[in-house]
C-alpha cells in the first residue's frame, strides 16, 4: 500500500490495513480517508460511497467499513505541484 503523505510504498499484514497501522516511513496511519479509493476533496464529505459517515479528521485511523485503498502512485504535495505546474504552462502568456 502507498502512503498518502510520503509515497512510500508498505507491505500489509493482511489484504486491508488495519485502524492502528502506521507507514513505515512517516508513521502516518495508513487507513485513512487520505489513502481510500473514495476520498475526493471535491465531493461532500469528501468521499465519493454516499452511506459513509462524516470522518472529521481525514489524516487520523478510521473505522469505515467502505475503505478500500486508493491506488496513488506519488505523495498528494507531489501531485498537486505537478498539476500547478501544468496550469502555468497552459496560461502562461507567450511573448511576441
Not at 27 to 55: G, Q
Amino acid at each position: 500500500m502507498i502512503c498518502y503523505k510520503c509515497g512510500t510504498e508498505n507491505p500489509l499484514s493482511q489484504s486491508l490495513p488495519t485502524r492502528s497501522e502506521l507507514c513505515v516511513k512517516c508513521s502516518s496511519y495508513l487507513r485513512c480517508c487520505m489513502n481510500c479509493r473514495f476520498y475526493d476533496p471535491a465531493a461532500p464529505k469528501a468521499c465519493r460511497e454516499p452511506m459513509a459517515e462524516l470522518v472529521r479528521d481525514k489524516e487520523a485511523g478510521t473505522y469505515c467499513d467502505y475503505f478500500s485503498p486508493g491506488d496513488k502512485k506519488s505523495p498528494s504535495g507531489a501531485r498537486a505541484e505537478e498539476a500547478r505546474k501544468k496550469l502555468e504552462a497552459l496560461f502562461r502568456k507567450k511573448s511576441s
